[in-house]
């Protein structure tokens, strides 16, 4: 596995395809599934690592975040990565900078509405990864639907030369979505952050039996997180991220939640006959957890 | 040469470096000067061709913009471009664009403060270019020095590996800054058009001979705009387009003015030392005139 430190040299060492894999860096096995997939489809697998200070809302989050090159850089390696990009903050803001890509109607609601200025960020950084890059095919988790639905919409609108890749979301032994952030859940606060993806399981379970009110779908999800603080749980259009009333084309249910201190998010992938992607369950610790007491 | 309709076409009719030419059409000899540069500079030279809706801030300008592509495609064949891009509004814009690219600071005086949503309109559609064409250089008018620094900063803000190549103004011979809009200013104003660039100029001679004060060189243009509706005069620092107190870094004295219903814009490169760059005059008649009357 190379490393390379600037865009000019990451593509110089380009061959072929290239699948790109962006992270913020502390792996878990959700960024492992998307390296597996991008080598599949790829000549090389190229992944990239930079803690993005544009997309934190919340300065305690960013200072929060966990930074630990020499283990991702490793499970990189692991995982067939051929090339680490591995930015600067100077490499990538050379100068403050004053451009921003603002994605309209799509970034409004849910995350949106919850964390102002996270998804310009987002955007704005995924299109300097995909512009300055050129990767031929991108890779992103399901679990960040209404980032997905983003990131797919400014590739269209900026002629960006890319396919963008959706990957299932991989989930810990309990259900609980995979997040770098799991490991500052609280023990005494598990069992709870379990119930997340349990509702959304009812609810898909519901569709599966032919219920197509967005409502109903979302109140069977509400009802396993009776005491827990939530932000939202929503049934949405998957290609613009607006609520909907019925399940009559491809969505998604998604939740935010803050439990013990830390901000998750899940969500199920429906489709208008009722089936789902409601992701692939570890069946073994995560290695989030290792050399965590 | 040969014409691409889609961006894909366009990418793998490439070979070895190329040089962008980003047109709306209806040439004059300014794109032709961009065109024999680009030339020198690349393998290939790719032109492209589309009247940008996002960009207009007045339907009006946007119905009456001159669209002449067998004209175009000719002048640009013998002027040695290899590649033209002439996409559709469907190419271009396949679904409603909700994506902007927002360059702050750049972009709220002068041009920006005249034409609401101009600048990112212009901005979203130079990304497109670039990102979609993937050329190595680009090459832009030093005319429109505003719209030229924010490119300049977007391309590093969004890491866009291009090189932004700034051409000097070409001038019909009575000095007025060519551009498709020449056509339309009626006979009877064409002398209080190339006033405009008399103005600049005078300022330039002030400059050269010593003058540093912002507001002398803006008001030395001035003097020549007596009766003719001026927008705004201002002397702006290069790189950042904001107002100049002094002449002590690299500027332009900018002025937008409205002549027989025209708005025309014009400007003079200066450095602090006092040299200018003034534009090239035509020594014969525009090729815009070919054919009108």
Redesign the interface.
Known sequence: MKVAET??EC?SLTEGSIGLVPTLGYLHEGHLDLMSRAKVGNDQVMASLFVNPLQFDEVADFDAYPRQFERDARLMKQAGVDILFAPSVEE?Y??E??????????TESMEGAHRPGHFAGV??VV??????L?PDRAYFGKKDAQQLAMVI??T??????VEIVPCSTIRESDGLALSSRNIRIPAGDRDRAARVSKGLFAAAELAASGERDGQVLERAALEYLIGIDVEYVALAERATAQRLATLDRPAFLATAVRIGGVRLIDNVWLEPNGTSDRGTLLRSTSILYEGVN
Chains 1, 2 share one sequence.
Request: proline share 9%.
């Open positions: 865009f000019a593509r990538m050379p100068i900078p004053v451009t921003r890509v603002v994605v309209g109607g799509l955007a704005t299109t300097k990864l995909l512009a300055g050129q919409r400014l269209v609108d900026l002629s960006l030369p």
